[in-house]
């Protein structure tokens, strides 16, 4: 099994950017905890970052034909890009959305997703730890 990990803008800014919301851990811990959980459990992960909202279209539009799962945290791009919302229908490949932060409790902007309807599930507020959550849904483990 393959999946791909995608980041939105930002997020290459963890540790960095509001720890109070967002944590101290940085953006290559992420990357380690994602890999290391891949090879636990048996499974090829790709990781990807851009902060760019062609960029991850171009991402999400590579990984058709050759991915069987994808791990969606789009940052702002959540609440405003149609167009990725359009690119994760057209690939069709099982996609969680993740935030790293309970967005249902902040700004009332944050409670709109345009991804969640290409969504198969919505993994927010559990930290980093959602990303791992995320990924053994996806491989059918617990979640």
Same mark, same amino acid.
């Given at each position: ?10 997020? %290459?800014?963890? @540790? #960095? ?8 851990? =940085?953006?290559?811990? *992420?990357?380690?905890?994602? /890999? ?19 960029d991850l279209i171009d991402r ?5 034909? %050759?991915?069987? @799962? #994808? ?8 609440? =405003?890009?149609?167009? *990725?919302?359009?690119?994760? /229908? ?47 849904? *996806?491989?059918?483990g617990e979640k």
């Amino acid at each position: 099994m393959k999946l791909l990990v995608i980041n939105g803008p930002n997020l %290459n800014m963890l @540790g #960095i950017r509001e720890p109070a919301i967002y944590g101290a851990e =940085t953006y290559p811990e *992420l990357c380690r905890r994602v /890999k290391e959980h891949a090879e636990e459990k048996d499974v090829d992960v790709e990781l990807y970052q851009s902060n760019h909202e062609g960029d991850l279209i171009d991402r999400i539009q590579l990984a058709y034909g %050759n991915t069987d @799962g #994808i791990v969606f945290n789009p940052g702002g791009y959540t609440h =405003t890009s149609v167009a *990725l919302l359009d690119a994760l /229908k057209a690939v069709g490949i099982p996609t969680v959305e993740v935030h790293i932060s309970d967005v249902s409790a902040r700004e009332d902007f944050r409670q709109v997703s345009y991804i969640r309807a290409a969504c198969i599930a919505t993994i927010a507020g559990h930290g980093l730890n959602g990303y791992l959550e995320a990924m053994d849904l *996806l491989i059918g483990g617990e979640k």
